[in-house]
């Protein structure tokens, strides 16, 4: 029986009371609502709107419910309405009239919102701890392949020659700006909405502060209608970890594109791959596959819940009821993606040979050679057009430009000379760019090591 039944006449239907029910998904806010409800308690007997032996009966049981259910003893009861009623029940049960008392100067509204903030809050530790862990390893990869030359790319086409250090580092810088995007979400929802209750407060001499600080909340929330309306922070958090999610995807296909026959830059570890039913050779990027496929399901998530927003009245409405699920669900696969992704990068094999090999042909080094005639006084444009013509007719007799003799080189321009092959060398072409954020060694080596500061 629901603690609102004794306004209505009849019973609730029982497809209403499973579509009502939320039970299935806010169970895992247990620990969560049982903190807060000894937050509130605690205020309530500090500030004797309830007794002292109340309040510590109260906070005795909540204790007890908590150990219960974390050690096995106790099972939530999945046909309660929601974790809340289900353990003020259990709560009552235990200690008679007493355990009644616990929702004085609360409501449902701000009970739920509390226990969410507190669970994401929680939950953002956890992920930050992942990104940095995916990030740390990613760093490690790179730190052994300062000198691993590989073709860098535009629109899929070889453009200049990088290393995979730096290539990989690009991906690093990517987590760092997820990690300040989930930072930032954990301040903004720190605030606590306890003793906002439905929407207008209560006429009992509560203390906001004193919750607030008791549950690690930088402060009460300013505006008690807003306070149990604001969704701002579970759209705030779909939206960082989509952006996340977005990143893995793109390394993902990279590592899918890298690890194909095609390529054959990497090779993923059997521990992260799978084989096929009927062709024995394979060997299936399945893991890097479904991080791609999770990522559309977490923008789903999202934009799902910024469509139930947008038209809502202030202040709660039971649409809002929707926000756990998705935001549970983002979480999980944030995590567990951050997680498959630092298993592929701590067990693939670099193939370096192959890298080098693809880097020597495809005219990456075209750039190059535009700038050592810009640098003997030809104007860019010019020079660009020169090499344009000369990859062109390189291109036709099927030749790289460390084959062409000096003479194929001067009827195009006499400032070329000899030492041009020293030039388009491509670990001289590496080295040459130094400009901080380039691919040149000791220059990613420094990004690395302004990196990790920016880790920690």
């Not at 604001?230 to 952006?243: G, K, N, Q, Y």
Request: net charge negative.
């Amino acid at each position: 029986m629901a603690v609102w039944s004794k306004r209505f006449s009849k019973e609730l239907d029982d497809i209403a009371r499973e579509y009502n029910s939320s039970i299935k998904v806010d169970h895992l806010m247990y620990r969560e609502d049982i903190t807060g409800s000894i937050a509130h308690t605690e205020m309530l007997g500090e500030k004797n709107i309830i007794s002292e032996d109340d309040a510590e009966k109260i906070v005795n049981g909540l204790r007890s419910i908590l150990s219960d259910i974390e050690s096995g003893e106790l099972e939530i009861d999945m046909n309660a309405e929601d974790i809340h009623f289900f353990v003020e029940k259990e709560l009552t049960k235990r200690i008679g009239d007493a355990g009644k008392r616990m929702h004085t100067a609360r409501s449902r509204n701000d009970q739920v919102v509390t226990d969410l903030r507190l669970y994401i809050r929680n939950k953002l530790d956890e992920l930050l701890e992942d990104i940095r862990a995916l990030s740390k390893s990613l760093i490690a990869l790179s730190k052994e392949n300062l000198d691993s030359i590989m073709p860098g790319y535009t629109h899929l086409q070889a453009a200049q020659p990088v290393t995979f250090a730096h290539h990989l580092m690009a991906y690093v810088q990517m987590l760092i700006r997820d990690k300040g995007r989930l930072e930032d979400a954990r301040k903004r929802l720190n605030e606590c909405p306890l003793g906002s209750c439905a929407l207008a407060t209560t006429v009992y001499d509560i203390d906001r502060f004193m919750t607030a600080k008791k549950l690690g909340f930088d402060r009460p929330t300013r505006n008690s209608m807003d306070a149990v309306s604001d969704r701002d922070f579970v759209l705030e958090v779909e939206f960082a970890i989509s952006m996340t999610m977005i990143h893995l995807s793109r390394l993902s296909e990279e590592m899918i594109i890298w690890s194909s026959q095609e390529f054959g830059f990497i090779e993923l570890d059997d521990s992260f791959t799978t084989g096929s039913s009927i062709m024995p050779q394979k060997k299936n990027p399945d893991m890097a596959e479904l991080t791609r496929g999770k990522t559309g399901t977490v923008i789903g998530i999202l934009s799902g819940m910024l469509v139930t927003m947008k038209g809502l009245p202030l202040a709660y409405n039971k649409d809002m009821q929707e926000d756990k699920k998705g935001i549970f669900e983002c979480i999980d696969i944030l995590s567990k993606s951050l997680k498959v992704m630092k298993g592929m990068i701590d067990t693939l094999s670099v193939k370096k040979e192959t890298m080098l090999h693809k880097a020597n042909h495809g005219y990456l080094v075209a750039t190059d050679l535009a700038d050592y005639l810009a640098e003997r006084g030809i104007p860019f444009r010019d020079a660009y057009n020169i090499i344009g013509a000369i990859i062109k007719e390189a291109s036709e007799k099927k030749s790289d430009l460390t084959d062409l003799p000096m003479d194929f080189y001067k009827k195009y321009s006499d400032k070329f000379d000899e030492d041009l092959y020293q030039y388009i060398k491509l670990e001289n072409s590496l080295n040459r760019r130094k400009v901080y954020g380039g691919p040149a060694p000791e220059t990613v080596l420094k990004q690395i090591e302004d990196t990790e500061k920016a880790l920690e």
